[in-house]
C-alpha cells in the first residue's frame, strides 16, 4: 500500500492522475457550489437576530475551512519534501498557496462586513481573529520567499521549514475555539453536540458549500501542480 501511494511522487503518473481526477474535481465543484449558494441565499430564512447577514455564513465558513486546512495540507507536503525529496510534494505546497492565501482574505473580509453588522465593528483582536491575522503574514511570507528564492530546491528547503514553522498558527485558528474565550466571535459552526450546532435550514446548503469548496480547491491545486512541474522541467522531475 505504502509503495502505491508513493509512485505518485513520479511526475508522470502524478500528472496522468491529475488528469483523471481534476475534471471529476471541477464537476462536483460546480455541482455543489450552485446549489448550496442558491439554496443558502434565496431559500433560507433571515436570522432573528443577525437577519439577512447571517447568509455570508456559507462564503466564510466554507473560506475559513480551506484557510486552515490548506496550511495544514501545506505543512504535509513541506514534511514530505524535507524526509522523502519529491518535487511533487514541494511544488503542490507552493501550488497550494495562493489558494490558500484568497481564501484567507475572503474569510477576514467577509467575517469583518458579518462583525460590523453584528458587532458594530469590522475588527477586534480576539484570538481567533488574531490567529487568523498571523496566518495571513505566513502565507504571504510563504509566497515571498518562493519568489525571492532562484533555485528550486533551496527554495524549497526555506519554504518548507517556514511553513512547519506557521503551521502552529494554523492549528491555532482551527482549534482555538475549544480552548479558550472567543470574545465576539462565536463558538464552532459545526459541532457533533445538536443543540450547539447550526439549525438545518442552514446546516445542509452549508454543508454543499463545504464540499464544493473544497471539490474547487482540489481541481485548481492539481491543475496548478501540473503547471508547476511542466513549468519546471526539471532532470528527472518533469
Excluded at 508522470?12 to 491529475?18: P, Q
Excluded at 437577519?51 to 496550511?71: D, G, Q, R, S, W
Excluded at 474569510?107 to 465593528?121: A, H
Excluded at 515571498?144 to 533555485?151: E, P, R, V
Amino acid at each position: 500500500m505504502s509503495n502505491k501511494f508513493w509512485k505518485f511522487s513520479n511526475p508522470v503518473l502524478f500528472k496522468k492522475l491529475s488528469g483523471l481526477i481534476s475534471p471529476l474535481a471541477g464537476i462536483i465543484a460546480i455541482l455543489a457550489i450552485i446549489p448550496g449558494l442558491v439554496w443558502g441565499v434565496f431559500f433560507t430564512n433571515p436570522d432573528y437576530k443577525q437577519m439577512e447577514t447571517v447568509k455570508i455564513i456559507f462564503i466564510h465558513v466554507p473560506a475559513a475551512f480551506l484557510a486552515i486546512n490548506i496550511y495544514l495540507m501545506m505543512t504535509i507536503t513541506s514534511l514530505i519534501w524535507l524526509v522523502r525529496r519529491h518535487y511533487v510534494s514541494a511544488l503542490a505546497a507552493k501550488s497550494a498557496a495562493i489558494i490558500g492565501l484568497t481564501m484567507t482574505i475572503v474569510t477576514i473580509i467577509t467575517g469583518s462586513l458579518w462583525g460590523s453588522s453584528t458587532w458594530g465593528t469590522y475588527w477586534v483582536w480576539d484570538p481567533r481573529l488574531t490567529s487568523f491575522a498571523i496566518l495571513l503574514c505566513f502565507y504571504v511570507g510563504y509566497i515571498l520567499l518562493w519568489q525571492a528564492i532562484g533555485s528550486l530546491e533551496k527554495a524549497a528547503n526555506i519554504t518548507s521549514l517556514f511553513c512547519i514553522i506557521g503551521s502552529v498558527f494554523a492549528l491555532l485558528s482551527r482549534y482555538i475555539v475549544f480552548f479558550i474565550d472567543q470574545g465576539l466571535h462565536q463558538g464552532p459552526t459545526l459541532s457533533l453536540d445538536q443543540e450547539k450546532n447550526i439549525d438545518n435550514s442552514y446546516y445542509f446548503p452549508l454543508i454543499l458549500m463545504l464540499i464544493g469548496f473544497s471539490s474547487l480547491f482540489i481541481y485548481l491545486v492539481l491543475v496548478r501542480t501540473t503547471t508547476e512541474l511542466n513549468k519546471f522541467k526539471l532532470k528527472g522531475v518533469g
